[in-house]
């Protein structure tokens, strides 16, 4: 659900960015668990001072992004609001066999990401084309045992996986990807709405990825750290080599 | 998509009352085509200043509505939002000779709706039970030619029935079931919200329904009119025998 002022503001967003991004964002999750989106419902509450043009550039960027899958929309609704409020609701379908979890990982599993992080704030979140492609060609080449897509910041979504799984990490400042956009190291490890692919693989399952670190795709993926014991805790390794405890901090919604 | 201040206000529905809403009016919906609701998505917009016990009472109606149907929750969103907003998408099945679409009217079939209408604004609308059984009933004994659940009013709702067929339609003012809480005839035909079932079928199938005019879910059905063709438009003839023309009048969302 993307809400006006929350999630975008009008003055730095066009219509079909904003509808860009609802669906965007949507196929991203499936993306994530392995998964083809199918089917799509929309609803939005507008405001009744927004024009029937500006709601059907909305819906254009719906639709284009719509097209990144093989997506029908199906249904929704549409109601009065007093903030713009899209909520895409998409139904995937994955074979059972490719299926992936936040809870798989295991100690010794390398840790991935696509991409760089960071700074997607400036533009990349309203524009980003979520990582479809490249998840059904890691689940349909691989043995993926645990993957998300980094909403709301590395830190917070690696968090995510080691809670579900129960293990601990250890990843690598010097190994983590930061893009030109981010403000510092901080943004790549703190900043939301990257959607990259975060996801973890054996060792020796991972030997084939360092042969080719750019993925059939295109897109480059980097090993960052390592899956530990829980024991062990969440730990970042600075560049100069002390460790620190990482905290499960992002972007957080409450 | 229920939005405070537009569907509901917090001062006139308890949390559990707005959950159950959210729900039931999806299931109806599904109800209407014939279908059984299925898998269920939730967003939810809440207020920051909204404690978690209110919301978990929501949470309580949403799933009470929930067992009315065989109902799984697999999915969805919290964010922060202005205003309380709560988007239910629901995914149903039906078997393809069951399926009712409103497009299915004829000249010549007989128009019922199920219950009375009107007022539902005064209470029936936060805690009334959707039509499933009803219509699960009927679709598993009767050829339906077409249905809709009455959420904008039955003026409204009927006129989307002969719009989609391409019919009209006379209905009588004395064959209305008017409810105990419309303040008048014009509420029974123009109230939003009722949830009623409102279907056609042939006078020949219509037969059956004659000799029991209580369907076999307790539910009484009433006849209130008949299909005709197009060129002879939508008409109401009152109690003293005049016909009206009828405008789509009900309860518009813009």
């Known amino acids: 659900m993307l809400v006006e002022d929350v999630h975008f503001r009008?003055?730095?967003a066009t219509a079909f960015q904003i509808g860009?991004?609802?669906m965007a964002r949507n196929i991203s999750d499936i993306a994530a668990m392995g998964g083809v989106p199918r089917y799509a419902l929309i609803s939005m509450g507008a405001r009744p001072d927004l024009e029937v043009p500006f709601l059907d550039r909305i819906f254009n960027g719906i639709n284009s992004a719509a097209e990144i899958g093989e997506i029908n929309i199906v249904g929704g609704d549409t109601v009065i609001a007093g903030k713009l409020t899209?909520?895409?609701?998409l139904i995937g379908e994955v074979e059972k066999e490719r299926l992936v979890l936040r809870s798989g990982a295991r100690k010794g599993d390398l840790i991935f990401v696509t991409g760089a992080l960071g700074g997607s704030m400036k533009g990349k979140h309203l524009s980003f084309v979520p990582r479809l492609k490249e998840a059904r060609w890691l689940v349909s080449r691989f043995k993926i045992n645990s993957?998300?897509?980094i909403s709301d910041g590395l830190s917070l979504d690696l968090w995510r996986i080691l809670?579900?799984?129960g293990t601990g990490a250890r990843i690598y400042e010097d190994l983590i990807p930061v893009s030109k956009e981010?403000?510092?190291?901080a943004g790549a490890l703190r900043d939301g709405e990257d959607f990259e692919l975060l996801f973890t693989?054996?060792?020796?399952?991972?030997?084939?990825?360092?042969?080719?670190?750019v993925i059939g795709t295109g897109t480059p993926i980097t090993c960052i750290g390592e899956i530990t014991a829980r024991s062990e805790g969440y730990n970042l390794i600075r560049a100069n080599g002390k460790a620190e405890k990482l905290k499960p901090e992002g972007y957080l919604h409450f």
């Open 10 to 12: 009008m003055r730095e």
């Open 182 to 185: 981010a403000r510092s190291f």
């Open 147 to 149: 993957m998300i897509d």
């Open 86 to 89: 899209i909520d895409v609701s």
């Open 201 to 213: 693989i054996t060792a020796n399952e991972a030997k084939r990825f360092f042969k080719s670190p």
């Open 163 to 165: 809670d579900a799984s």
């Open 20 to 22: 860009w991004k609802a």
